[in-house]
């Protein structure tokens, strides 16, 4: 364990920030439908990223002697489809789901059983949309932002406008997203006291599915940014592992990031390291998480491999430069980070989520059949899944008394 926490922070020490440790022990998620609980050591929060809640508090969203069940769904009928989910959020007991190639927001009941009503339209005047599909390697991008006033942010690739709940255009946000750096494939923002919060920089995305030689001579970097009242200033820059050269498989790292109730958190992907910085830049450092799971196996390169000799392709595989271990961050709305795990097999059952609480450093392990796109009431989560013949859909989870398990509650 000490020469694993080391070199974590020799790892810290090379990025040239300030180094904190969450030892939180993670079991290697099994076939299983549950995760156990497992108990983190305490974290020493320097930047007191957390809401300030008490240590000892629960945290609805997290299943313990229970599981996530599929309660409703929306999206398969002629009358609701999608084009391509891109964000959702519950304001107000109503549910807004943004679909950016349909150019549309429909606006579900919380317990998504009917279509209360839609707006948006195809186009580039006040209020539409220009109906892009965004890039979903990994999960549907996250464009629609609630703002504390019950308002809507919405990204559509090209413009950011804002929304109030009843659909009224209220105006632009941003201009020129493009010359800030926000582009179609960018996955998600962060909006706050009328500031936006987002990523950029870090690797090409046409670069990551191209065919050919895909490595640069520097090695990238991933910039998290604040504009606000169009000035925009740099909040942390994240140092990213170099792309091997040749085409890049399915198991090489992206980066990912999360907005927290204070702080931007950022990984390569690959690494239990974690950037922090708070949302007003007076302070950053490096987290680590002591992920205790195994690397993915050579199965997901191997079907990608096979699709460039389909393709009669002569390029070889590259092989990563860094391991994808990580493929996604959410904080729920009792402030503990959710985090995706990469599976082991592609025929693994269902979603493997590690939870850490940042207050104590608790961390829970278990599995959801999908990974959240927006949080509702306590226990229940969205998410955009798809059915048989591919279609996308959203689906409402929450959680269920395992069957034989003591008396708990339930969110039906």
């Not at 096979?306 to 990563?320: D, F, H, Q, T």
Request: aromatic share 10%.
């Amino acid at each position: 364990m000490l020469s694993g926490i080391s070199r974590c922070r020799a790892l810290a020490s090379h990025a040239g920030l300030p180094f904190i440790t969450l030892i939180g022990i993670l079991c290697a998620c099994s076939g299983s439908k549950g995760g156990a609980l497992q108990a983190g050591v305490a974290l020493r929060d320097s930047l007191s990223c957390g809401a300030g809640r008490m240590a000892d508090r629960t945290d609805p969203w997290l299943p313990s002697d229970s599981h996530y069940a599929r309660t409703a769904v929306q999206g398969n009928s002629p009358h609701v489809w999608f084009g391509q989910i891109s964000g959702a959020a519950l304001v107000r007991r109503h549910l807004y789901v943004f679909d950016a190639q349909g150019a549309r927001i429909l606006v579900f009941d919380d317990r998504l059983t009917s279509l209360v009503g839609s707006f948006g339209s195809k186009g580039e005047g006040p209020g539409e949309f220009r109906g892009v599909s965004a890039s979903n390697e990994f999960g549907p991008p996250r464009w629609l932002m609630p703002t504390a006033q019950g308002e809507l942010i919405v990204f559509d690739g090209y413009r950011m406008q804002r929304f109030g709940a009843e659909g009224r255009y209220l105006g632009l946000v941003m201009s020129s997203p493009a010359a800030a750096g926000l582009t179609p494939n960018t996955p998600r923002f962060g909006w706050a006291h009328d500031s936006l919060y987002y990523f950029t920089g870090g690797y090409d995305y046409f670069s990551l599915m191209s065919i050919g030689s895909t490595s640069g001579s520097s090695s990238p970097v991933f910039y998290g940014r604040v504009a606000t009242q169009g000035h925009r200033r740099d909040l942390l820059l994240m140092p990213l592992p170099q792309l091997p050269k040749g085409t890049v498989g399915p198991r090489q790292a992206r980066p990912v990031w999360a907005f927290g109730p204070k702080c931007l958190w950022a990984s390569d992907g690959s690494r239990p390291v974690f950037y922090r910085v708070r949302r007003d830049g007076t302070g950053r450092d490096s987290l680590v998480v002591h992920l205790q799971l195994p690397d993915p196996l050579n199965e997901q390169d191997t079907a990608a491999s096979s699709l460039l000799r389909e393709m009669r392709s002569n390029v070889p595989l590259a092989k990563p430069t860094a391991l994808m271990r990580i493929r996604d961050l959410l904080f729920d709305p009792a402030d503990y980070l959710w985090i995706r795990l990469n599976p082991k097999r592609s025929s693994d059952l269902g979603v493997g989520v590690a939870a850490v609480d940042p207050e104590s450093g608790k961390t829970v392990v278990f599995h959801v059949q999908a990974f959240p796109l927006a949080f509702g009431a306590p226990g229940v989560f969205y998410a955009a899944i798809r059915d048989s013949m591919n279609r996308p859909l959203i689906g409402r989870f929450a959680v269920q008394q395992r069957t034989g398990a003591a008396s708990a509650p339930s969110h039906p």
